[in-house]
């Protein structure tokens, strides 16, 4: 839970810091738009200028090579009012003709020059004057200075130099208007620039390139509003994926024609400055973002690092408590003394650690233990670094306890030798267990002892030798619930102890009843019936709480009339062996959904009545496999405190036969015995 907590909290920032990220890099590239823009109408506005200047240097030189460097202009126009109109505007062709054709190279368009009372003289193009003209001339005689017009005419702009002419006494003589198409005007800005220009006017003005498409509505009404209000506009517009700059200039606004006259600047070019300017923030989005992440994973990683540190100490912690409370633990220095005990070993002891730590181990020593022991367990720990066996000990107030130890070296970070570890399991309680056991299995001797001299069926040397076998794994047996009641009663300060209660009352059961199987098990009963059904059915009666436990079914298929001339308790000590055999390997190999079934048939060969038992489970594992063919095929007594040895050694003993079918995905036993049919 913490960690998702962690996941969610982290994933929050990392949106958070995401998201600061993007607002600022838009208001840093915004505002690096707008210092752009405001450059970019400064190129504009310079390269504007520095076109305007040549063309109004044009008009500069016209002026003054035919006003003011040619005096034959000049005495023409003095005869205004003495000569007749037409005869002025002949002279004036004759010698302004072949000036006109030259300055028609430097793009200029018209030229007409007006009397000083507003009368045209002359017109290169031979067009009428219009009212904008008069306006213009008037403005020149009245204020006797330059004025310069732009002249709309249907779609085309035209730039007008307007200069008064004087004689050399400054006598007001004329005016000349010089035209210049403003076309030509953005051809030049063109050629000279790395920007593309358009004349607008604004009362004429159609949002018909593709890239005013993309505009909203409401940007397009926007920018005719401000278009009409006479105001510069600069904005970026994307077209085809390539974003760019677009200014509208100012150039002009006519009271005349009741409109402005813009330029239009723009970059199409796919390497222009805006697209550079966002492909940078682009890169710098993409690094600050791999930036965050590794940022914050590495805080992940740490903070993740520091919850799974803290985890692993309270674990550890936990472990700790577990061992002082439950473990019997000691470490000593090289010459023995103690340096560190559990809990649990100062409770076996009686002595508190405050009694032990600085004590030589020394103080555990019982008097029984000879100090040749102590040598040998310091010679073995030098020579071969480890030590394990048993000792006998005795605590504060002088009672005897015996521990199984296992000792070991402690090393320092130089892997040097600083001392000892022990650990340690008191096995008093399994002492005083298998005392009882010796004295059982001398009481079971010398029972033993007697049966060969009151049972005549037991003369024979074969079958004394196999009962020998059969006691000594029955003996062997009798040591595993005596094994599991002493582990139970180490557990009962550290567990529930009805739960060991329940469990040691098991194993008491199971040696009661294995002791009872011996009281019977030599009863000369040997006339007796035995009837197959009720041994199979009590068996697994005396197995159902194990079977239960384990989740273990048994089913059996055995008719009621197969009887068999096999004493009651050793057919019975036949099943129960291969049935607790079944127990133990279903156990070890952790198998789940085992069933047993148990079946019998009886067969005539010869005249013989025998019975074959067939008890099959569907126990999986490699190992089991193996082990069972090894103890069914073994010459010797290596597996007799086996289950399944024992099971053989009844079978042998009463004449029968034993095999199996055995394979890793299930077991068949087959037992052939003596049959006797009910009458």
């Not at 739960?499 to 019977?520: A, H, Q």
């Not at 009844?650 to 034993?658: A, M, S």
């Amino acid at each position: 839970m913490e960690k998702k907590s962690l996941n969610i909290r982290y994933f929050i920032y990392f949106v958070i810091s995401l998201a600061f990220i993007v607002v600022f890099l838009n208001f840093l590239k915004e505002r690096e738009f707008k210092y752009f823009l405001l450059d970019y109408e400064k190129k504009v506005q310079k390269e504007y200028l520095e076109t305007f200047e040549h063309y109004k240097n044009i008009s500069e030189l016209i002026y003054f090579n035919e006003f003011i460097k040619n005096s034959n202009l000049i005495n023409i126009l003095k005869e205004l009012e003495s000569k007749d109109k037409e005869s002025i505007t002949n002279e004036l062709l004759v010698n302004f003709e072949d000036s006109f054709t030259f300055y028609k190279t430097l793009e200029l368009e018209e030229t007409t020059i007006y009397s000083s009372q507003n009368q045209l003289v002359l017109s290169t193009n031979e067009e009428p004057k219009d009212n904008f003209i008069s306006k213009i001339v008037n403005k020149v005689i009245t204020f006797k200075k330059d004025i310069i017009e732009y002249e709309i005419d249907e779609k085309n702009v035209y730039l007008i130099f307007s200069k008064p002419i004087f004689d050399e006494k400054l006598n007001f003589l004329a005016v000349i208007n010089l035209k210049f198409n403003f076309d030509s005007l953005i051809n030049h800005l063109e050629k000279n620039s790395d920007f593309r220009f358009r004349k607008i006017v604004s009362n004429d003005f159609s949002l018909d390139e593709s890239f005013f498409l993309n505009m909203t509505s409401q940007n397009r009404n926007k920018l005719v509003v401000d278009l009409n209000r006479q105001v510069d506009v600069s904005l970026i517009l994307k077209e085809k994926l390539i974003e760019f700059p677009l200014i509208f200039r100012t150039l002009f606004y006519s009271d005349f024609y009741k409109n402005s006259i813009y330029l239009l600047s723009y970059d199409l070019t796919q390497d222009n400055q805006i697209e550079k300017i966002d492909m940078f923030f682009d890169y710098i989005m993409l690094f600050l973002i791999l930036i965050l992440i590794i940022i914050y994973y590495l805080f992940y990683k740490i903070n993740n690092f520091k919850m799974q540190k803290e985890f692993l100490d309270k674990e550890y912690e936990e472990l700790f408590e577990q061992i002082d409370n439950y473990i019997l633990k000691v470490e000593t220095d090289l010459e023995g003394n103690i340096t560190f005990v559990t809990k649990n070993f100062c409770k076996i002891s009686g002595y508190t650690k405050e009694e032990l730590i600085g004590k030589n181990i020394n103080i555990l020593k019982h008097p029984d233990v000879s100090d040749k022991f102590f040598e040998k367990l310091w010679s073995d720990l030098q020579d071969k670094k480890i030590w394990e066996g048993e000792i006998k000990n005795q605590d504060k107030y002088g009672n005897s306890y015996w521990i199984k130890a296992i000792i070991f070296p402690k090393y320092d970070i130089n892997k040097q030798i600083i001392g000892y570890n022990s650990i340690r399991i008191n096995i008093t309680d399994t002492k005083q267990l298998q005392k009882i056991n010796r004295l059982l299995k001398e009481d079971l001797s010398n029972k033993l002892n007697e049966i060969k001299v009151k049972d005549k069926t037991l003369v024979d040397s074969t079958k004394v030798h196999l009962m020998s076998k059969i006691l000594d794994s029955l003996s062997h047996q009798w040591k595993i619930p005596i094994s599991k009641i002493s582990f139970e009663l180490q557990k009962l300060h550290k567990f529930n102890q009805t739960d060991i209660e329940n469990n040691i009352d098991l194993e008491l059961k199971n040696l009661s009843n294995m002791l009872n199987e011996i009281k019977y098990l030599f009863s000369t009963r040997n006339s007796e019936k035995t009837n197959l059904l009720s041994v199979v059915s009590e068996s697994i009666f005396n197995l159902k709480e194990e079977l239960d436990k384990s989740g273990i079914r048994v089913k059996f298929d055995i008719k009621p009339e197969i009887y068999t001339t096999i004493p009651f308790n050793e057919i019975k000590n036949i099943i129960l062996n291969i049935l607790k055999n079944s127990l133990e390997q279903a156990n070890m190999n952790k198998s789940e959904n085992v069933l047993i079934y148990i079946m019998a048939i009886d067969e005539k060969i010869d005249g013989n009545s025998d019975v074959v038992i067939k008890i099959e489970d569907n126990i999986k594992g490699e190992n089991k496999r193996d082990f069972i063919n090894e103890i069914l095929s073994a010459t010797d007594d290596k597996y007799f405190d086996t289950y399944l040895y024992l099971s053989k050694l009844f079978i042998e003993k009463n004449g029968g036969l034993f095999w199996c079918d055995n394979t890793i995905y299930n077991t068949s036993y087959y037992i052939k015995l003596n049959k006797q049919d009910s009458k």
